[in-house]
T-cell receptor, first 113, second 113 residues
């Protein structure tokens, strides 16, 4: 099993640019979670999907952030326009229905200059 | 107001000694708890879990203890090794069955050779 796959692993962009982060969950997992990790706030849940449907997006910081899950094997987190305070490591995690354990990807380190 | 940054508690132990990492959780109705280990540059990895109807669970070199009376969770690592150096997070699942995990701020474990 390849585990949760995220791309890119590192992204450096200038303020105002659009950034798209990608995630492929583990095959057969029904739930997908996007987290942001910073020194200031630790690990924060941004949004999660169940069966491709957004269930809770209360953690999305503002309208500049959007997430989609067009099918069971792919999700994107988009930031438009990006700002320096968006610099963080973004993790995607997935899990099976009926279980609690979330499996995390390696993360995308985003730097906005 | 905003803090300058999270000051993660740090536990420094000698190689071969036992380590105990503590966590206070917030929701007395939480029904499930997980310990995750995060090494530098990687995503959190599952270590061990425990349900709220248990007080103790043992794995390989790790033991989790749950004290529901004081809402306290601990992770014990026996014969700590340099490879155990990482940030350790506890996470709780509330009883609402949403699938969401609430993560603690983490503890840094440093193992001295």
């Amino acid at each position: 099993d390849a585990g949760v796959i995220q791309s890119p692993r590192h992204e450096v962009t200038e303020m105002g640019q659009e950034v798209t982060l990608r995630c492929k969950p583990i095959s057969g997992h029904n739930s997908l979670f996007w987290y942001r990790q910073t020194m200031m706030r630790g690990l924060e849940l941004l949004i999660y999907f169940n069966n491709n449907v957004p269930i809770d997006d209360s953690g999305m910081p503002e309208d500049r952030f959007s997430a989609k899950m067009p099918n069971a094997s792919f999700s994107t987190l988009k930031i438009q326009p990006s700002e320096p305070r968006d610099s963080a490591v973004y993790f995607c995690a997935s899990k099976e229905d009926g279980t609690y354990e979330q499996y995390f990807g390696p993360g995308t380190r985003l730097t906005v200059t | 107001g905003e803090s300058v940054g999270l000051h993660l508690p740090t536990l420094s132990v000698q190689e071969g000694d036992n380590s105990i990492i503590n966590c206070a959780y917030s929701n007395s109705a939480s029904d499930y708890f997980i310990w995750y280990k995060q090494e530098s540059g990687k995503g959190p990895q599952f270590i061990i879990d425990i349900r709220s109807n248990m007080d103790k669970r043992q794995g390989q070199r790790v033991t989790v203890l749950l004290n529901k009376t004081v809402k306290h969770l601990s992770l014990q690592i026996a014969a700590t090794q340099p490879g155990d150096s990482a940030v350790y997070f506890c996470a709780e699942h509330g009883s609402s069955n949403t699938g969401k995990l609430i993560f603690g701020q983490g503890t840094t474990l440093q193992v001295k050779p």
